[in-house]
């Protein structure tokens, strides 16, 4: 049995759950997602927890059964509490503003790099830090990764949009010797 796809899931106080042969869906206070099923594995309600199972043993199945899991456990925690995810820029010169649904990035290039936020993503910017918010767990995730690829931190200043609390490995210039 799955470590992760045996442990049950507790429905918070304002989330429903809808299940029909082919896809779940489970609507909260911040919103409502969708999620096709697995053939083999099944997700049943009983009372205010989630229980996932599989039909068989086969290794396909019990590679699907702890994916499935932490699905619905994201979606659950999405519509509940929602997720969120924060970048900071650093570099002198370097700022953004948030200009209706897209984000307005100055990082060092000759020109300002417009990024527009897909829908069911909200941004907050406040002096350097930028705070990305959704209830898709992976949409939020995948904003942010595209957000720090607009121009990645470098190694001898740091300068570049990074994950708050990532550690970036630091160079020393050309001379070998650290400063």
């Known amino acids: ?38 053939p083999g594995i099944t997700v049943a309600q009983e009372g205010d927890t989630l229980t996932v199972t599989r039909a068989n043993n086969k290794p396909e199945l019990r590679a699907k059964h702890g994916l499935m899991r932490s699905l619905v456990n994201n979606m659950v925690n999405g519509v509940s509490e929602g997720f969120s995810k924060q970048l900071e820029i650093s570099g002198v010169g370097y700022r953004a503003s948030l200009q209706g649904n897209s984000l307005k990035f100055n990082v060092g290039f000759s020109h300002d790099v417009v990024y527009t936020l897909p829908e069911g993503i909200s941004a907050k910017v406040e002096q350097n830090v930028i705070t990305i918010e959704g209830i898709d767990r992976q949409q939020v995730g995948q904003v942010a990764a595209e957000i720090r690829a607009l121009k990645k931190p470098e190694p001898y200043k740091g300068k570049g949009i990074a994950y708050v609390g990532e550690r970036i490995l630091r160079k020393s210039g050309k001379s070998g010797k650290d400063k």
């Open 1 to 38: 049995m799955s470590r992760i796809g045996k442990l049950p899931i507790q429905l918070p106080n304002g989330v429903t759950f809808l299940n029909n042969d082919q896809a779940i869906t489970v609507t909260g206070p911040k919103g409502t997602l969708s999620q096709f099923l697995m």
